[in-house]
């Protein structure tokens, strides 16, 4: 158990729909990070944020939008859905900003958009 | 354009005998090197990583070496045990003013290690 926590674990909607992620991270991580792993992907970088600030974007698409709270927790936005945005999404936290940072993974969501 | 390769998509070794994982690299920025285990099911877990001011760096079972010249990093498991059997995910990093820590992945190795 990494101390990351992600919900809901699986998440089926139909296209044109809007999901909601949501991420905790360890205690005492500031920096949240989001990935997505698509089929034959590796995982692919979408965002940062630190201590509620966006710190670096990734691969994101404009229809996709994430924020940090003020209790660290961390939501990643999914809206006008599409066939391909089916994945599994993963958050990760550090304890600084990342770099030499160990990443702690959660254990991820599964978006099937039908 | 990946800037992090992992061509072996699957590995299959005999318990007991060494399992070497590799990985390439293309952008020279990149500083710090990682490797992930992933089961079904879970997240990666991190393994063990390296800076780029050090060739070797070892953990137990684990020896992860790095050739900065030819851009190319290894994860040596010795002795491979059954448990070992995952998806191994080689990543990266750089310091781009040492605010970010996004990691560069590659698209993993599956390892089996058969009793």
């Known amino acids: 158990d990494s101390g990351v926590t992600q919900t809901p674990k699986h998440l089926i909607t139909a296209t044109g729909q809007r999901v909601t992620l949501r991420c905790s991270p360890r205690s005492g991580d500031l920096s949240v990070y989001w990935y997505q792993q698509s089929l034959d992907q590796g995982l692919q970088f979408l965002i940062q944020?630190?201590?509620?600030?966006?710190?670096a974007k990734g691969n994101i698409l404009e229809r996709f939008s994430a924020q940090q709270f003020p209790d660290l927790h961390s939501e990643l936005n999914l809206s006008s859905l599409e066939l391909g945005d089916s994945a599994l999404y993963f958050c990760?936290?550090?304890?600084?900003?990342?770099?030499?940072?160990?990443?702690?993974f959660g254990p991820g969501t599964r978006l099937t958009v039908l | 354009d990946q800037q992090v390769k992992q061509n072996s998509p699957s590995l299959s070794v005999q318990e007991g005998r060494i399992s070497i994982l590799n990985c390439d690299y293309t952008n020279s920025m990149f500083d710090y090197f990682l490797w992930y285990k992933k089961y079904p099911a879970e997240g990666p877990t991190f393994l063990i990583s390296?800076?780029?001011?050090?060739d070797k760096n070892e953990d137990g079972r684990f020896t992860v070496f790095l050739n900065k010249s030819a851009k190319h990093l290894s994860l040596h498991i010795v002795p491979s045990q059954p448990g070992d059997s995952a998806v191994y995910f080689c990543a990266a990093s750089a310091d781009y003013g040492g605010s970010q820590g996004n990691l560069i992945f590659g698209k993993g190795t599956k390892l089996s290690v058969k009793p």
């Open positions: 390296i800076s780029s001011i050090k």
């Open positions: 944020y630190y201590n509620g600030e966006e710190r």
């Open positions: 990760a936290s550090s304890t600084g900003t990342g770099y030499y940072n160990e990443q702690f």
